[in-house]
């Protein structure tokens, strides 16, 4: 007997297990119809579901939580990632709020009606240019691409260190550049999207055919060139410049670079999913991410100093980025043209 | 003496397990080692097959120094009480496992297999798998692996205590056929006395690790030298001055004015076994069954020969 | 009398129904979907796929077969090590390798590029060479060194069966170390063999992570697969990869199940008492092997080592030093994590271990044809890679009949049906020490199913339930591939966080979560393993009684 009521205690036990666990994601579902009033932003008891680039903003979820009383859960994922879930099971919004990520998946998602349409009453403050006309989506700021440098490698191999995008091209540097494969990481899709738009269709793809030349393989994460240039294993890096490039290269003894011929760039998403449980809630994130104030907070957290460009009047990080150096890119076909660049991308690189 | 065993000690970590043991078994005779449980037995084969070494003394076989030698190293096979059969080798691999490190070509190797099957009745399982013998064919088997590599001792660890009464009778037979056969010199260890008589030339009693007695079985039991050895062998009633009867030594018959009384029957079959009171003491008594048995509470006639320890 | 029948006979229907039901549900169902959807939906064929993508398939295989015999050669090398060493030294070695089995690629792959890489300290700077580590070179040892711990703990697992007396009658007979090695141990080890290599085949071709930190320009099936998801948002080219990888897995398994039967006793090397082997430590295979696993286990140092550093350490200015600051960084990535992480692996642990141990007691001690197929289906999640166990899970639960994707049910359910495919070998394997005997006695003397249950079944296996439990706690612990693309804000697993760092360069960060993985499981197992010993001593002797032939 003692043997069965033990058994039925663990069973009871597990049950109660698998339920507590699953009731925090159902919570928020449950409660979210009831409050309306957008004024009041008192959520208590709700939860914002996110999916963020990053694990760093953090601090700003939690902020927002202790005025709102909403519970914040974050996972990190990047915005490919998100697009392909959004495609496999279209049964469910992914979460609440998507916050960071490249502008393309933003706008496929517009296109595949995965969106919510919100426009801010502060939404003014952001230039029309990183905003979608429409209101489907807003930029939380710009991520820029520029290279890192392994000094001691270059002075080994008597190369100078490269200035400008033209540099990579020439031959003395084969076989001492890595880049990350476009299609894995959205701020080199920017990157090679921004110098096609710079150099025009035909110069452009020229200028990646040779760099192509000049590179060994394609990393397989956003991070290997940062890291493989660290290591010595190659002497120049393609990265997204921010905080935390630098903070790297303060770490390993590496200089970052911005290329003095124009820096290509792409805004980081924010949007509210379609059909999201918690809709109320992440709009009035939007709100509150909005003030000054939180816009201030973000870009310290965003280790980025492009957060002004996308409000003007904000004071973010000093990193040295002119904003006059920005590369004149067309945002209007930047998801639309994804595709094809990629398409034509793997076929220039082959198997590397 | 083919093999000789010089002040053999073993001790582990501080406990001396065997006390500076000597004896030695002549050419294609049987020594038999018996003695209770745990008093070294093994310890004592595994001193001979190498596998523990010594602390103190020497092992010779035929005349020359082993003490040192690694077990594979030694012209010594040993059959262990679990057979050790390889699982995973069929009857003949087993038989032939030792072969494989003498300079043998195969096809010898193969006809002296064959021939030890034969030896061993048990031609018709050459390719069968060790598990589906029963546990008498296993043990002829591991019997004959030992025996086929023609070692110049062999040691036997109880092997035959895991087969039943009846099996034990045919596999003792069998050994002794074979030994003679083989002309094979062995060590049998065994805590059965009967097993220790019916095969052993030599019988080394063994208690605590120290020898109490090396003799014939005959010997043993008709001149024990000590009372470890009159109590491990064969009953006896021991009398107060230290001389005992053995219970076949005591003749009773039916007798109303008797002076002993039946107290107990035990019906054996070929022996009855009686408890008698004689003189206030309690003696066990062993008869032939010749006669209708005598019913408890009889009055007997008591007969019977008293025997000196020849203790010193 | 006969309402306790009665209720005892709905019991069993109840239990045996739920549980066919829930395994065709939770395992046929997934992979069923995932098939349809490879082959039927519109768009690339399967064979068109196949055809134009031969080589991502050759490069698979090639990197497997190697990996497989590498991996198995370095096993063998370290169990026969074991053969040699003190009882002391074997339960060392053995914690130290259930260690290594929370293997994250990245550290051994980081650890390699320090020192073999172009700029290596061992290539480079000691040997003045300009070595390209990257490539099917170093993926094969990569995952050669993180395979073999586990493929040494299951053959050391079989040493068990070894008896000191059958290597004492290989002596007595003449045969040197050498000789017994190769006569005895390595016949015993076989069976073993075979279902390491496979295990290391189909871990290789699943294999995701460490092609995309080592492989450069390299590209396999795996990794594709993980980026035709990731990058392109393509669910059907990634099925179609899968679907690809299934293929020689599926043969693997059939060759498999085959010699599977051999090996009666496989615990993933958790089992407890080891015991020293009467072997003179001389000859090739004593020398070959101590030379194989000092490399071995200085590898593994070398990795585990830098683990630990990386957690305690900052880098500046290129130099390393001491410092608590990836401790404090890593709070604001795993928050309730870790906590949903233990729940989640002592549910899918607990559950997994019941649901097996049930599945077994139908198809071994009542011979039930239907339970031994339900059995089959159970090992799949074992056999297929684990993100087409996700894939599958994420395509058949986001469209009707059962829309469960996004809750943490899911999530649940997947670890704890992935369990079964290693839960009902160790279950069976638990089982097979009971005398059926034990079963007839208990209907002798009156009793139901339910008492079967509670009085002979679940007593007598808890030991092996305790292990099997701790297989499936570890190995929820550290899974990936089924998972990842399940998870949904609120969910996330430690391992998931982990690979998510390492993702983005984090890798002080993800230091301190695989220390934190490793202490968990450290902690797990020393808990079960206590248990074992408070109270099961008594019973290592009921079952020995068994092992006459
Ligand atoms: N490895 C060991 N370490 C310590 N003591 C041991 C060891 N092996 C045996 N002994 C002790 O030595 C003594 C003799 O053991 P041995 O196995 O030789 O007895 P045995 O006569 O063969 O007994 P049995 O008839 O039960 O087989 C025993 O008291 C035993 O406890
Ligand atoms: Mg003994």
Redesign the interface.
Known sequence: MK??KR?GL?FVF?LG??LV??C???SSKSSSKSSDTKTTKEFKGQ?M???AT???Y??LFDKFSKQTGAKV??????S??V??????????P??DLWFGGGLDAFMQAKTDHQLEKYQSNSIDKISTKYRDKDGYWLSKGLTVGGFVVNKK?LKEKGLPVPKTWDDLAKSEYKGEIIMS?P??SGTMYAIVKGIIDKKGEKAGWDYWNKVNDNI???G????DP???TA????GIGVIPVDKMAFD?A????LKVIYPSDGIPWVPEGVAVFKNAPGKKVAEAFIDFMLEPRNMKELAKLDGKDTDQIIMPGIKGLDLGLNKKDLIKENLSNFGSDRTSILNKWSDMVG?? | MFLEVKNLTKKYSSKTVLHSLSFGVDQNKILVVLGPSGCGKSTLLSCL?G?ITVDEGAVLLDGKDITKL???ERD???V?Q?Y??????NVMQNLM??L???KMSRNDARKKTLKMLHLLQMDEFANTK??D?SGGQ?QRIALG??LI?EPKLL?LDEPFSNLDEKLRLTMRHELRQIQKELNMTMVFVTHDQQEAFSIGDQILVMDQGQIQQIDTGQGLYSTPKNHFVLKFIGDSNLLDNGDYIRPEDIVITDDPNGDGVIEQMDFQGSTINYLINYNKHVFHVTCLNRMEPLRVGTRVDVQYKVSKLEER | MGKNHLGSKITNWFVYIVISLSILLFIFYPYLSIFVQALHEPGETFNNFFMQNI?LTKNSLFVAIITMVLSVFLAVSVTLCFVFISKKWQSILRVFLLITMVSPPFVTSLAY??LF???GMIT?DLLQMTI?P?GPQGIILMQTLSFASLNALVLIGLLKQL?P??I?????????TD?VIK??IL??L?PGLIVVALISFIRSLADFQT???I???F?MLA?EGY?A???????HKAALINLTLAIPALIGFFLYIKYDREMSVQHHGLSSNMKAF?L?KKGFFFVGSVILSVIFYLALLLQYGSIVMNAFS?????NYRFSLQPIIDSQ??L?DTIT?TI??S??AG??GS?ISFLIIYYSKVRNDRFMKFIEMVGTFPYILPGTFFG?GY??AF??PPL?M?????IV?INVIFKQVAFATKAAKASVSQIEPTYFKTVHDLGGTV?NE???VF??MTKQGFAITFLNGFISTMTTIGSII?L??????MMTL?MF?VV???EYQVAAVIACMIILICLVMSGIVFGLISLSGKDWGYVFRSKKS?
């Open positions: 043997t069965i058994l663990l597990l297990l698998v666990t699953a925090g994601n159902n939860t579901n996110v999916v990053s694990d760093a953090q601090p859960k974050v996972l990190s994922m990047s490919g990632e697009l392909a879930r959004m495609k496999a099971d279209k049964s469910k992914m979460a490698v494969d299609s894995v060994t393989f394609y397989k994460r956003g991070k940062q890291e493989k290591s010595g294993e190659f790297a303060k770490k390993d003894d198997d590397k | 097959n596998f690694a077990p594979e010594i096979t040993t262990f679990s050790s059969l390889f699982p995973h080798m496992y030792g494989k490190f003498k060790i598990q013998l296993q692996r030992s590599v040691l | 080589d590029i320090t890489g172009r700029r480079h390209d990257y008896e007396s059958l004492n009658s290989a002596r007595s007979l003449g045969a040197r000789a006569d005895i016949p015993l076989k092609p995309t930190i492989g450069g320009s590209k990794s980026f998801v990731i990058s392109m948002g393509d669910i009467p003179p900052v880098k500046v200015m290129g604001i990535y928050n949903r729940l989640y002592l549910v607990l559950l019941l894939l994420l395509y986001s469209k829309i994707t996004g809750t943490s049910i649940i339910v249950w509670k009085d679940f007593p693309f998870v949904h804000p609120g969910q996330n966080v998510d993702q983005r360069g032939h």
